[in-house]
């Protein structure tokens, strides 16, 4: 799950970090007036939409006066900024947060993550903040470097300094970063986050070491344990129809091709989408329905793959396991009927009750192609859409 940035930011500050002093406001009249008890030289206002490049995209102004603030926030709220995030359809600005402004001296990146190869903890530290890190990555590598810690309680002296030692700072300001390095690890194993970033991460002409932006994951498995976080969850920024596979616990993720996938298992999801491809085709979605799912869940997924205006064909695949293909096949049945299926639909079973799943397919009196390997599916839902 992702939050906004003013969200990050508390619940940095709430485990000890220095964070600019900010308000947020989801109307022109809310901004300005909490925009009167910040004392600052200049107003950073900034368009809180869950997507980087905001800055590059005019999400982010420096402005001088209320009067300034009053103007620009009226021009971005209710915009519908487009990043190189977000894809073409953008997303539409619905609060906005303002800040004082900050004398940077130096800027960095910093960023903590899981690796799920090695099962540790991963700290990404460079000394050129404030800048895409992946062109940083390609042009000057040396210029990142990442730190894996073993899970403990705590985060060992040794290691914080081995993560900031490329920011080069004296020893007061290496004493800050150490506790700022802490304070972020606590946070991260508390909270069950996956995925911590400081873009940039700045040292003031003052001597301060300050998060001026921050973007925090969470694992949304974990969510129960944290009720405070999911509570930050916010729709308007996600997909409604990956909103609507949440509710039926389906593992949903739209994309931008044409065949609509249903499959079980996220592995057989992952090969099935790349069969589709290596056929020429693009998949309009991920979707696992899971190792157990009902009539009723394998019927609401079917829906949700119809609701997307990109499809022009489905194709099924299941391997019968925990799985049964019977109860698969009638749920098929059942919500192709209901929304009077006009695409193509090319199933393919195997395993647990293949028999019967198959027969009831056989005797929907619906156009079902019945497929006998996955190659063999993949071949004939790209023939029928073309």
């Known amino acids: 799950m992702n939050i906004h940035e003013h969200q990050a930011k508390q619940i940095l500050k709430k485990y000890g970090a220095v964070v600019p002093k900010g308000v947020v406001a989801f109307s022109v009249e809310e901004l300005v007036e909490k925009a009167k008890s910040l004392k600052t030289e200049k107003f950073v206002l900034k368009a809180q939409i869950h997507a980087g490049g905001r800055g590059k995209a005019g999400g982010v102004k420096i402005l001088n006066t209320i009067e300034e603030l009053s103007t620009a926030a009226k021009e971005l709220l209710g915009k519908n900024l487009i990043t190189h995030q977000t894809g073409l359809q953008g997303k539409e600005v619905k609060r906005l947060y303002v800040e004082v402004s900050s004398n940077i001296s130096k800027e960095f990146y910093l960023s903590c993550l899981v690796d799920r190869v090695s099962s540790k903890i991963a700290f990404i530290s460079s000394d050129q903040g404030g800048m895409d890190i992946e062109e940083v990555a390609s042009k000057t590598p040396n210029k990142i470097i990442t730190t894996k810690v073993d899970f403990e309680n705590e985060i060992s002296d040794a290691n914080c300094e081995e993560i900031i030692k490329i920011f080069n700072l004296n020893n007061q300001n290496k004493n800050e970063a150490i506790k700022l390095i802490k304070s972020i690890y606590k946070m991260f194993i508390s909270t069950d986050a996956s995925m911590v970033e400081i873009n940039p991460l700045i040292l003031t002409k003052d ?14 498995n974990a969510l129960f344990k944290h009720n405070e976080i999911a509570e930050l969850r916010d729709l308007n920024e996600e997909d409604p129809t990956e909103i609507e596979a949440s509710k039926h616990d389906l ?18 999801a992952m090969a099935t989408m790349d069969i589709i491809k290596l056929h020429g085709e693009e998949p309009a979605n991920f979707l696992d329905v899971g190792g157990g799912a009902s009539k009723e869940k394998v019927s609401a997924a079917f829906k949700i793959i119809l609701s997307d205006k990109n499809v022009k064909g489905i194709l099924i695949n299941i391997f019968g396991g925990i799985m049964k293909c019977d109860v698969l096949a009638q749920g098929v049945v059942d919500a192709a009927k209901e929304t009077k299926i006009h695409v193509p ?15 009831i397919l056989d005797n929907s009196g619906l156009k079902i192609i019945s497929a006998s ?7 004939k839902i790209v023939k029928e859409i073309k």
Do not use: H, P, W
């Open 207 to 220: 001597n301060k070491i300050v998060c001026l932006d921050a973007k925090i994951n969470f694992d949304d």
């Open 251 to 268: 593992a949903y993720i739209k994309l931008d091709g044409s065949i609509g996938c249903m499959v079980n298992g996220a592995g057989l």
């Open 345 to 359: 639909l090319v199933v393919r079973l195997a395993g647990t009750n293949f028999e019967q799943g198959k027969m």
């Open 373 to 379: 390997d996955l190659s063999d599916a993949a071949k």
